[in-house]
């Protein structure tokens, strides 16, 4: 009987070792079974859990079969400081606080973790998978007038504070009635033809090369080239057009030159159309600015902040 207890407790570090090893090799044949997704750093995803993405903004989920399925929001890029780049209200009214979890995504501010909200952009769009991030807002004063949104519905909102909206909008500042259109044009010189360019709410937008003076209303030949944007991009244009004052403009001096720009905007269907006749460029900024910065990003080719810019 001692002997067996002796022989027992001899075995029980060996029978031990052999349990441990016999463990190890159970889990390290569950992990290797378990369909992890592969994220774009090389890094993985668990099955059926949310990750963040790589590039800090977006939200990916690992589906059945290893497939990865990641949001699409376009993330915030350093854009320098060119003088003609726009500059969000959002960013300079209000001290908004990255969230502690910078790839925390959300629909609405009680996604959000408690003292913080969900912010928007309008460089999200409105679309189905379209989120805002979550962050934190210390303080939201109160301001003599309310900021203006357009919201994703075709609908102006509007805030009665500094704090970043915690809703989807398509643009800063009241949205366009329907039927509003913009036309750029340059006529000069002996022939009196120039560069064009007629942009429609429902996105259409009209690019000449050299063309006579053209009238909103009035015929005008077919145009070298179309582009088709979509009516929340330039729900964004006219947008930024509600936003200027146009009393000051245009801004002296005048220069003699043999080339004559104009820009005329129509705010709706049945409203009347406002002309502004300048000589050059400068004499629209900084106010033009950021419509000018429209074009760059959606019709680079039919810039009119360059024309006349002698």
Known sequence: MIAS?????????????LLGAACSSTVTEV??????????????????????HPDGCNTCTCGPNQVLACTERACAVDAGTAADAPVSTLDAAQDVTPS??????CERSADCPSGERCVFSPTTGCGESDFGVCRAVPGCESLPV?????????????????CPPDRPFTAEGPCAPRGAAMLWQAPGGFAGTGPAVRVEDNGAVSIWTS??????????PAP??????????T???????NQIDLRALP???????????????????????????????????????QVWAWFGENAPDAQPGRYCAF
């Open 251 to 289: 801004h002296g001096p005048n220069v003699s030159s043999d080339c004559y720009p104009s820009v005329t905007v129509r705010r709706c269907a049945r409203c009347d159309a406002t002309t502004l006749r300048y000589q050059g460029p400068a004499q629209l900024t900084p106010e033009m600015n």
């Open 5 to 17: 207890v002796i022989h027992l407790r001899t075995s029980l570090p060996l029978l031990l070792a």
């Open 100 to 105: 502690t979890d910078a790839s925390r995504t």
């Open 31 to 52: 992990a290797n079974s378990s369909s992890l997704c592969t994220l774009p750093n090389g890094g993985t995803c668990p099955p059926g859990a949310p990750c963040p």
């Open 224 to 233: 070298d080239r179309r582009i088709a944007l979509s009516s929340y991009l």
């Open 146 to 162: 309310a900021p203006l949104f357009c919201g994703c519905d075709g609908r102006t909102f509007n805030m009665p504070n500094a």
């Open 235 to 241: 729900e964004v244009l006219f947008a930024r057009w």
């Open 211 to 220: 063309v006579s003076e053209l009238t909103l209303d009035g015929p005008a």
